[in-house]
C-alpha cells in the first residue's frame, strides 16, 4: 500500500508540473513509443528524435537537446550532430525488470518492461516524453533450485506411485521461459509434465516397476529442464532415489552343503568351521539374531561339537576317534531379527580324518657281519622288514640308506628288502661301514624310524708291500765304522695282521768276486741298512744293489728298490812331496850361480794327493824365506823363480821352506825344506844345463867318460829288471787273479825294476820315481783298468813319451780306480841329474 501510495503522489506531482509547463512554455504531453531487444551493443541506433519528433537537425546543438532517463543509470543517449537516439551501455532486461509483474517505474504491462525517457530542448523549451520497451530475447537457461534431488521410496511402494520433484525457473519470459523436462532412460521411473494456473512447468515422478533394495539400493537419474527459447536452453538436476529395506529377505549361508575335515586326536576347543550367514537385508532387517542346530541333528552329534549360537562357530566338544566314528551329519539354522524374522539353513557333513599318529617300524630279519672285503658285488647282507599300522599314504612307507655307500637295496617282496653290495669294498679305504636303514612313511608330515648296523671288513692280501721312494741314494762317508747304520729303508703295507708284516733282505749280487751281503746288511724286520765294513774311497767308490720287501699273507706279495750307495771322500791323505828328491830327510840342497838373471827357475815344488779331486787341489806357499824380495813361488805350479838377480849384498847361502796344502777341510799339508847356495864360476854352464835337454850334458866334451860309466851302470840295471819281469809273469794265475790288497805290495817292494813295471804301492811308485830320476829319465804311471795297480815305465828324456802313454811326456798320471785319474806335470830338472852325477 505504501508503494502504491508513492507511485500517485509522484504521478500527481508529475501531471501538475507538466501542466504548469504546458500551460507556460508550450511543452508536449504527446508520448513517443520504441522497441529494442536487450543486450543490443553499445552504440546501436534506436532512432532519430529529429525525424520522428519533427526538429531541425541543425539546432539540436543551439537548443541543448539532452535525454533525461527517470533512473540512476544512463542506458541511452542522443547524438547532438544527427538526432540519433543510440545505446551507451548493453541493456539486461532481467536486470532492470527482475520481477515480471512489476513494471519499471511503476508503469508497464504484466510480461513488459519499459524504459522512460525526456527530451530536452531550450529556447524555446519543450519537452517530449519517449518510451522504449525492452524486447525480452533468450538468454537465459532454466535453472533448478537444488543441484541433486533426493527422494526416499520404500522398496515396498506400488507400481504407480507418483513423486513430485523441484520444478525449474527461466528468467526469460513467454516462449523463452521453461516448455518442457526430459528424464535419463531408466526400466523403473518416468515423469509426467504438468502446467500451473500461472502457465508454469513443473514434473512428478511415476513409479513404473517394484523396487528391490538388495538389486539396487540407489537409483541415480538425471531431470533436464528445456525452454522454448531458440536455440533452447536447457539445465539438469540429479535426482537420487534412495529404496529404503523391508524385511524380505531371509539369512543365506554361502553352501546349503557343507563338507568338513578335520582330523582325529584333534584338542577340545578346535575350530571345526566358522559359519556366517548373510542377509541381503539391512539394519535391524540383516541382524542374524542366532544359531541353532534343528531338530534333524543326532544327540551324538550334539554331544560331540559345540554351535556358538551368537558367532556361528563350531567347535570339538568331545574327542574323535578315525576308528569310533567317521562322518558327522548335522543342520544347523540362522535367524534375523527383522519384525517378522526370517531364517534359513544349510547341512554340515564333518568327516574324521585318520591322523599319522604311528610311526612306521622297521626289522632285520638276517645281517651277515663281518664279511671279507673281496666279497663280490650283488651278493646279499642283510634282509630288513619295514610295517606302519596306519592306513592310506600314512600307512605307505619306503626304506633308505646313505647314497654315498657302495651298497643298494633291492625290495624282494611286499614290506622286504636285501641290502646287496653295490661296487667292489676296500678295507684299506674304509674299514668298516655304519649302516642307517631309514624307514619313512608318506603321511603329512612324515613319520620316520631308523636302526643302525655296522658292518667290518675282513682283510685279504690285496697290497703289495710299497717304498716311500723307488730309488734310494744313500750317501756314506769313507772311514765310517763297522756296523754303522746307513739309512732305514721302511716299507709300507695297508694290510692287516700277517698281511702287514713285513721281511727286508737284499737281493744277492756280487761285484769283483764279492757278495752284497759281505759288505751290507739289512735288518728283516725294520729295513735298518747297515755297512758291514770301513769303506775307502781310494779303492771303493759306490755300490748298486736291491732291496726287497716280502709280506707274510698268503701268498706273499712283495716289492723291491734300487739303493745306490756312494762312497764320499775324506780328507785323509796328506800331500807328498816327490820333487825335488830329498835324499836326507826333508831337506835339498840346490846351487845356483849368482848370476842368474830376474825370472830364472830354480826349484819346481812337485806335491801328490790321493784324495778326490776337489780335496787333491795343491797349492803352494813360503813358509820361510831367507829373503822375500829375491823369490816367487807360483801358487798352482810350485815353480819357485828369481824376482831379481842377486846382488853383493844377498848372502851366499839362502833357506826356503816352502809348504803344499790340499784344499780339504781341515786341509792337510807337506813341506819341503831347500837350501839354496850361489856359486860364482861356470855360470855359463850351470845356465845351460838348466836349459837344454839331458842329452846334450851327457854328450859334452867334459862329461864324455862320466856318461860312459854311467850308461853301462843303467844297461846293467836294465837288464835286471827285464829278468824280473819275466820272473813275474811267470807267477801262478791264482796269485794273479787275487783280489789286490795292501798285503800284495810287500811282495812287490824289492821287485826288479823294468822299463814297465807293475806296481801297486804309492810308497813304493815313490822309490821308483827316485832311482830313474837320477838316471836321467822320465817316469810315468799308469792305472790298470779294473784294478788298484799301476803300471810304471821308465822312459829316456830323448824319447817321446806318447809311444809308452797318450799323455803328454811332462805329465805323471796317478789314479786308484777306474774311475780317478790325477795328472801332474812332472820337470827333472838338469842340477838334480847333475848332483846324481857327481854322487856315482
Not at 263 to 279: H, Y
Request: proline content about 4%; charged content about 25%.
Amino acid at each position: 500500500n505504501k508503494a502504491k501510495t508513492d507511485c500517485i503522489t509522484r504521478n500527481t506531482y508529475v501531471l501538475f508540473v507538466a501542466a504548469f509547463f504546458s500551460l507556460i512554455h508550450n511543452i508536449s504531453s504527446s508520448v513517443s513509443h520504441f522497441s529494442i531487444p536487450e543486450e543490443m551493443k553499445e552504440g546501436s541506433v534506436v532512432a532519430n528524435l529529429a525525424t520522428d519528433l519533427g526538429l531541425d537537425v541543425k539546432t539540436l546543438t543551439q537548443r541543448k537537446m539532452r535525454v533525461d532517463i527517470i533512473a540512476n543509470k544512463k542506458y541511452l543517449d542522443v547524438n547532438k550532430e544527427t538526432g540519433d537516439l543510440y545505446i551507451v551501455e548493453k541493456i539486461d532486461r532481467e536486470y532492470i525488470c527482475p520481477a515480471k509483474s512489476r513494471e519499471y517505474i511503476c508503469s508497464a504491462a504484466k510480461s513488459s518492461c519499459y524504459l522512460r525517457l525526456e527530451v530536452t530542448l531550450e529556447s524555446p523549451l519543450r519537452i517530449f516524453n519517449i518510451e522504449v520497451e525492452i524486447l525480452d530475447i533468450n538468454d537465459n537457461a532454466p535453472q533448478f533450485r537444488r543441484d541433486a534431488i533426493h527422494l526416499d521410496i520404500s522398496e515396498a511402494a506400488p507400481k504407480g506411485e507418483r513423486f513430485s520433484l523441484s520444478n525449474a525457473v527461466d528468467a526469460d519470459v513467454g516462449s523463452n521461459s521453461v516448455k518442457t523436462y526430459h528424464l535419463s532412460e531408466s526400466e523403473y521411473f518416468n515423469i509426467e509434465v504438468q502446467t500451473g494456473r500461472e502457465g508454469s512447468k513443473f514434473a512428478d515422478l511415476i513409479l513404473m516397476k517394484g523396487l528391490d533394495r538388495e538389486r539396487q539400493a540407489v537409483h541415480n537419474l538425471i531431470l533436464t529442464a528445456v525452454d522454448g527459447g531458440t536455440p533452447a536452453r536447457s539445465s539438469t538436476a540429479s535426482v537420487i532415489v534412495h529404496v529404503l529395506d523391508t524385511n524380505d529377505n531371509a539369512p543365506v549361508f554361502e553352501e546349503t552343503v557343507l563338507n568338513v575335515k578335520i582330523t582325529e586326536n584333534s584338542p577340545i576347543g578346535s575350530l571345526v568351521i566358522d559359519l556366517n550367514a548373510v542377509d541381503l537385508d539391512e539394519g535391524s532387517n540383516s541382524d542374524i539374531t542366532f544359531y541353532s542346530y534343528s531338530l534333524y541333528t543326532s544327540e551324538k552329534t550334539q554331544q560331540t561339537f559345540h554351535l556358538n549360537p551368537s558367532t556361528g562357530e563350531i567347535t570339538v566338544k568331545g574327542m574323535l576317534n578315525y576308528e569310533d566314528f567317521r562322518i558327522f551329519d548335522m543342520e544347523v539354522i540362522a535367524t534375523d531379527h527383522g519384525a517378522n524374522s526370517l531364517s534359513g539353513q544349510c547341512t554340515i557333513k564333518i568327516l574324521v580324518e585318520d591322523m599319522n599318529d604311528n610311526h612306521p617300524e622297521i626289522s632285520v630279519k638276517s645281517f651277515q657281519s663281518p664279511v671279507k672285503e673281496n666279497i663280490e658285488v650283488d651278493t646279499v647282507i642283510a634282509v630288513v622288514s619295514v610295517s606302519d599300522k596306519d592306513s592310506g599314504d600314512n600307512g605307505e612307507v619306503d626304506l633308505y640308506i646313505p647314497h654315498n655307500m657302495p651298497f643298494k637295496l633291492r625290495k624282494s617282496s611286499d614290506n622286504y628288502f636285501e641290502l646287496v653290495v653295490s661296487e667292489p669294498l676296500d678295507r684299506e679305504k674304509v674299514p668298516e661301514y655304519d649302516i642307517t636303514f631309514t624307514v619313512k612313511d608318506r603321511g603329512s608330515p612324515p613319520l620316520s624310524d631308523n636302526v643302525t648296523m655296522t658292518l667290518e671288513l675282513l682283510d685279504v692280501n690285496d697290497n703289495v708291500p710299497k717304498f716311500p721312494q723307488s730309488f734310494y741314494k744313500i750317501r756314506v762317508m769313507e772311514n765310517n765304522a763297522p756296523m754303522a747304520l746307513l739309512s732305514s729303508l721302511t716299507a709300507f703295507d695297508p694290510d692287516l695282521h700277517e698281511n702287514q708284516y713285513l721281511v727286508y733282505f737284499i737281493i744277492e749280487k756280487e761285484i769283483a768276486n764279492t757278495s752284497m751281503s759281505m759288505l751290507f746288511s739289512i735288518n728283516p724286520e725294520n729295513g735298518d741298512l747297515y755297512a758291514l765294513k770301513t769303506f775307502d774311497y781310494e779303492i771303493e767308490k759306490e755300490f748298486l744293489f736291491h732291496i726287497e720287501a716280502r709280506d707274510s699273507g698268503s701268498p706273499p706279495l712283495s716289492s723291491n728298490v734300487t739303493v745306490h750307495i756312494i762312497i764320499v771322500d775324506q780328507n785323509d791323505n796328506a800331500p807328498v812331496i816327490v820333487s825335488p828328491w830329498r835324499a836326507h830327510g826333508s831337506v835339498v840342497e840346490e846351487k845356483i850361480p849368482r848370476s842368474t838373471d830376474k825370472g830364472s827357475l830354480v826349484a819346481k815344488v812337485i806335491a801328490l794327493d790321493t784324495d778326490s779331486v776337489h780335496n787333491s787341489r795343491i797349492t803352494y806357499q813360503f813358509l820361510q824365506v831367507t829373503d822375500a824380495t829375491l823369490f816367487s813361488l807360483d801358487q798352482y805350479n810350485g815353480e819357485i823363480r828369481t824376482m831379481r838377480m842377486f846382488s853383493y849384498r844377498d848372502p851366499r847361502h839362502l833357506r826356503l821352506v816352502v809348504v803344499a796344502k790340499d784344499n780339504g777341510e781341515p786341509a792337510l799339508s807337506a813341506t819341503v825344506t831347500i837350501k839354496l847356495s850361489t856359486v860364482e864360476t861356470a855360470v855359463k854352464a850351470y845356465t845351460d844345463m838348466t836349459e837344454v835337454p839331458l842329452e846334450s850334458d851327457l854328450f859334452s866334451t867334459l862329461n864324455l867318460y862320466l856318461v860312459i860309466g854311467l850308461g853301462s851302470v843303467s844297461f846293467l840295471l836294465l837288464i835286471t829288471i827285464l829278468v824280473t819281469i819275466v820272473l813275474k809273469c811267470q807267477k801262478p794265475k791264482s796269485s794273479q787273479t787275487a783280489p789286490p790288497s795292501r798285503n800284495s805290495v810287500i811282495s812287490e817292494r824289492n821287485s826288479t825294476i823294468a822299463d814297465s813295471t807293475l806296481v801297486s804301492n804309492d810308497a813304493y811308485w815313490y822309490s821308483l820315481f827316485l832311482a830313474e830320476t837320477r838316471k836321467g829319465k822320465l817316469v810315468v804311471r799308469q792305472p790298470v783298468p779294473k784294478g788298484s795297480r799301476y803300471i810304471v815305465s821308465s822312459i829316456p828324456r830323448g824319447t817321446g813319451v806318447t809311444d809308452t802313454s797318450d799323455s803328454a811326456a811332462s805329465t805323471l798320471q796317478v789314479g786308484t780306480s777306474p774311475h780317478f785319474n790325477l795328472s801332474r806335470h812332472v820337470y827333472c830338472h838338469i842340477d838334480l841329474f847333475f848332483s846324481n852325477l857327481v854322487l856315482l
